[in-house]
């Protein structure tokens, strides 16, 4: 089953997980997945009108899926998906 | 530029390298990097530079030191706590290496600033809190042609690159488009940093700086490493140049520096206190008042659990920020709810929650428990 990663600040909402097994043939059914076993992601990921919102970055392997098919790039049993975050600290307080 | 007796002693470590040589300390010794922030990544980035003979190093900041500050911003000190960073560390690295010099920029970094401000540098050093500024450091490294040595951090997450380096390089803007909402990502005042994090992610942009200088390696630029403290990870993920990025690519939108806090969304800060604007705010001397009174308060903590060891309000109930949309049926609309959180941002998120969810008796506590410690109850820390 494939594994998707979550980032640290996304984790609160996924009951403190770092690491999900999804089930889906490609990246689209397995984010359907994923918001379906932890639905406080939703509103994280998606927009209203159902699609991936654009800070998502998700990388299949260390290829960003935006430069392979999409949403739509089928996944293998072993497959690692991640989830890259904005993060900004770095300064002050 | 040549090096005097003092200097070649000073660097032979380096000279001794043949990637570096004595060739490759002139050229550290001519260059001028632009670090922005003096904070977490910017200490070893500032720090390490000065040790290595960068000849030119600018530094802005408009902070002054704060105790907790001191955690993991290790270029500042007890002495110099409440002076202002960009002086503090300024002494720091003219005691490490009096033959660079240091210039000081005491301002925040803005639109208005930011060309006169990077102009005489040849690369900049992203070492800021918050996504305004980082769009900021990032479309003026565009449209300048100068590289952007970023760095970011989250608790035990760390993220680098080099964006910009050359024509081929991509930008931060291909890879983050546009910003998160506000909320969804907090900041280390809110959600923590290791101390030591900023550390390894800072001397990483620091040699990565140098190696752009001395034009040697193979650096970050094309690849974002993605670091975990706690799995002691290195991870690589690829980046290309998008070919549509508003400020990059092929038709660029963004021609000049933009309204940046407009465009995210947010403040160019981490540490404003929470508010959520006079109607739904409630001061923590406000809410002393009407405790006192009697009045029937429902006071939720949207804290984590590990925080109550910190500081708890008597009567609260806590609901983490992450769980609110799930146990709102905990709640009754009903009732006047006060939120709490640290400072106020976690719990103006969580009222923004409950009011689309048509909540309307509810407050935020402003300020948030720290507040509550500084204005009525001293015997409460405040962190």
């Not at chain 2, 190093?57 to 002076?83: C, M, P």
């Not at chain 2, 800072?202 to 193979?218: P, S």
């Not at chain 2, 640290?342 to 935020?364: C, D, P, Q, W």
Request: with cysteine; hydrophobic share 40%.
């Amino acid at each position: 089953m494939p594994v998707l990663r979550l980032p640290t600040p996304l984790r609160p909402y996924a009951d403190g997980q770092s690491a999900i097994d999804v089930q889906g043939q490609n990246v689209a059914e397995a984010l359907n997945d994923l918001v379906t076993q932890h639905p406080s992601l939703q509103k994280h990921l998606f927009s209203d009108a159902g699609t991936l919102r654009p800070f998502v970055n998700l990388f299949l392997g260390e290829e960003d899926v935006r430069h392979l098919q999409g949403v739509e790039t089928e996944l293998k049993e072993d497959d690692i998906l991640r989830i890259i975050p904005s993060i900004a600290g770095g300064n002050n307080r | 530029m040549k090096l005097s007796h003092d200097e070649i002693f000073r660097y032979s470590r380096h000279l001794l390298i043949p990637e570096v040589g004595l060739e490759g300390q002139e050229k550290l010794k001519a260059a001028a990097v632009l670090v922005i922030g003096t904070g977490g990544l910017g200490s070893p980035v500032a720090l390490y530079l000065a040790a290595a003979g960068i000849g030119r190093i600018g530094l802005v900041d408009y902070d002054v030191v704060d105790f907790s500050n001191l955690q993991r911003q290790v270029i500042h000190g007890e002495a110099t706590l409440g002076k202002l960073k960009v002086e503090s560390a300024r002494a720091r690295m003219l005691d490490i290496n009096p033959d660079i010099q240091v210039d000081v920029y005491n301002e925040m970094f803005t639109s208005e600033n930011a060309f006169r401000i990077a102009e005489p540098y040849d690369l900049i050093i992203d070492g800021t809190d918050n996504f305004p500024t980082r769009y900021l450091t990032n479309d003026l490294c565009v449209l300048t042609g100068k590289p952007n040595v970023y760095g970011s951090i989250y608790r035990f997450d760390g993220q680098a690159s080099v964006f910009n380096a050359d024509d081929d390089s991509p930008c931060y803007r291909c890879l983050f488009p546009e910003p998160p909402p506000p909320g969804l990502v907090p900041s280390c005042a809110e959600g923590g940093v290791l101390g030591i994090l900023p550390g390894t992610i800072g001397t990483i942009q620091a040699t990565e700086a140098i190696k752009l200088i001395l034009g040697i390696g193979e650096t970050l630029s094309g690849k974002l490493l993605l670091y975990n403290a706690l799995d002691m990870s290195f991870d690589f993920v690829r980046l290309r140049k998008n070919p549509k990025c508003k400020v990059c690519g092929e038709n660029p939108d963004v021609t000049e520096l933009i309204d940046y806090e407009q465009f995210c969304g947010m403040p160019a800060n981490d540490h404003d206190a929470g508010s959520a604007g006079d109607e739904w705010d409630i001061s923590a001397l406000e809410l002393k008042a009407r405790l006192d009174a009697g009045e029937a308060l429902h006071l939720i903590d949207v804290r984590e659990p590990h925080e109550l060891a910190i500081s708890q309000l008597p009567n609260a109930n806590l609901i983490p920020l992450g769980q609110l949309a799930a146990r709102m049926h905990e709640l009754d609309s009903a009732e006047e709810i006060v939120l709490f959180c640290k400072i106020g941002t976690r719990s103006v998120r969580a009222l923004e929650v409950l009011v689309s969810a048509g909540f309307r008796k509810i407050k935020n506590l402003d300020g948030g428990i720290n507040a509550w410690a500084e204005e009525v109850d001293p015997s409460l820390p405040i962190y």
